[in-house]
């Protein structure tokens, strides 16, 4: 039998030592640095302290259900502590039998027995109080955490994988209950309750009692502090190769075109499976490491229990204490070994909860690229002026992609900007968006910095139609209206028409009740282009932009489409971006940028004399179409 518990104990710990030296040499070579870098930086006390307010929210009486389930948690903690000091009463009014305690014995037997129920009825309605707030609580942060990432500069949607957030975001949903549930219920309550029995029993008996119990106790949380932090560790790897396999399967199949093209559907299968072979292994680790903490924590409940009852059984034996003195001491004891283990059961739950939770905490303080978004300078409803002075940008700070870049557009006139490709055309619409701040110089919005203003109403002046469209899978007539969703049928089916998309819209099944698909895959380049421009033409915004809005466009239908577009924003104010130059001819001014530079400047017919960049891309462009456009 010894030779057996000690060759039990050194396996445990041998596997101890290798999940360790595994854990060490993971971490040394694991390259989900990024994440894991995060996840050091929170610590679980800071994530607590940022979630708080969410629990302690003022909305829909949030507060007040918390206090009533608080409350009532106090309520049940004075009963189960009521508990074994009756049933001390009852044995020892049946251990000395006295006709005239009859009365007594069958009150404190009801007694018992109310209490017991009662304790019971408590401790399910305290849960059924509790889901409420702190659901509550998860809508309201989910919610703050959706809006939160609508504001997140451009470069972070770019840098992270959508899988990723995804998986975030869902093990958060999970967590933040979790979190609280296990604390208010299960990890706080019995910590009380230890400390009230401790108090009694060194009252009552002797402070041993409650020493022991308060010892257990300790040495039970710090064991469990300590070890569930070791098994986390395995989680975390675990957590985030969940999170990169994810993140690669949703890549993988948003790309499936790509995958068919390339006949790679073995490539990709074998990355998938790597993936999901690392997982398993961190899975199994981590698990494991999980119930190696449970065994731990067993074993020292295990201990306190033989210390209390034997220290008590020996006091009784010797008659020091009587029956109904052993039952009260062994009833406290019995008390808390479930709930003790429970709690350690709850308490690794919240761990994991956390580290699930850290990723996501990163992402919410994570600050937008706009400081104050609505505190700011509100614009006008119309463009006077949009002013570059002087803006140099790149997106990495290795590379500038605008160069000291200068121009005006006043009220009712039309820029143009032309170039060669990554000449850096659409860097400048970006900026105007402000999806990135401007690494040098100024850009003016009605002579007030773009930096200043409140953002949605600059979102409100600006209407473009950009190069890459992307549009929400559902119908066309969602994704028209999306520009301006209360406007009339009337009002979408125009802008259908000088879009020139009812032709595309008659040979469809469900004419504009079409849905799209994912991004908008199930439509061609040319309709979706057509959708893009009916929406900024339904959105009417002051300033329009048109980054290569017809390129995909036959020259026929191109013709068709400016001319509408030319007649609705004679009047307003428009930047065209444009390869074909001959959609660029009757701009007030053009601004060709080679480079990131200003190469040269002027209209149409003075950059011809000038017999320079732009004139020898024009002369490419006659040699390559008609001039349907010719001034
Ligand atoms: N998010 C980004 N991160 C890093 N570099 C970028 C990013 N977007 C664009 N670039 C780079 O900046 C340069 C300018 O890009 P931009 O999209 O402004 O070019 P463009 O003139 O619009 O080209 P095209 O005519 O092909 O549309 C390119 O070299 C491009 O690779
Ligand atoms: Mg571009």
Known sequence: MIQFLVGFFTRIIKTIFFLEATRKFTFKNDNLGKLKHMQERFTNFRIIKDIFPFLWAKEEKVRSLFLISFSLILVSIFLNLSIPLILKEVVSTLSAPDRSMTYQLSLLLVTYGIIWTLSQTIQQ??????????????????????????????????????????????????????????????????????????????????????????FIATVFIIFTLYSTEWATHFQTLSNDQQSETNANIVDSLLNFASVKYFNNKSYENLKCESHLRKREELLVKSLSSMEFVRIGQSFIIGCGLVWLTYTAGKQTFLSVYNVSDFILINGYVLQFAAPLSFMGFIARDIRKSLNDFASIMEIYNTKSLIAHPNKSFVLAKQVDKIEFQNVSFGYESSRLVLKDVSFELHAGKTLAIVGPTGSGKSTISNLLFRFYNANAGTIFINNKDIQEVNIESLYNLLGIVPQDVTLFNTTIYENILYARPNALKEEVEEAIELAHLGSVLQRLPHHYDTVVGERGLKLSGGEKQRIAIARVLLKQPSLYIFDEATSSLDLSTEETIMNNITSIIKDSTSLIIAHRLSTVVNADEILVLNNGFVEERGTHTSLLKQQGFYASLWQTHEEAHKKPYAA
């Open 125 to 214: 309605i305290r849960q059924i109080i509790m889901v409420t707030p702190l659901e509550k609580s998860v809508r309201l942060f989910c919610a703050k955490l959706f809006d939160h990432l609508h504001s997140l500069p451009m470069k972070f949607h770019l840098d992270r994988k959508t899988g990723a957030i995804t998986n975030a975001l869902e093990r958060a949903q999970n967590g933040f209950p979790n979190i609280f549930w296990g604390l208010f219920l299960f990890v706080i309550p019995p910590i009380i309750e230890i400390i009230f029995a401790s108090i009694i029993l060194s009252y009552y008996y002797d402070i041993i009692y409650g020493f022991i119990l308060i």
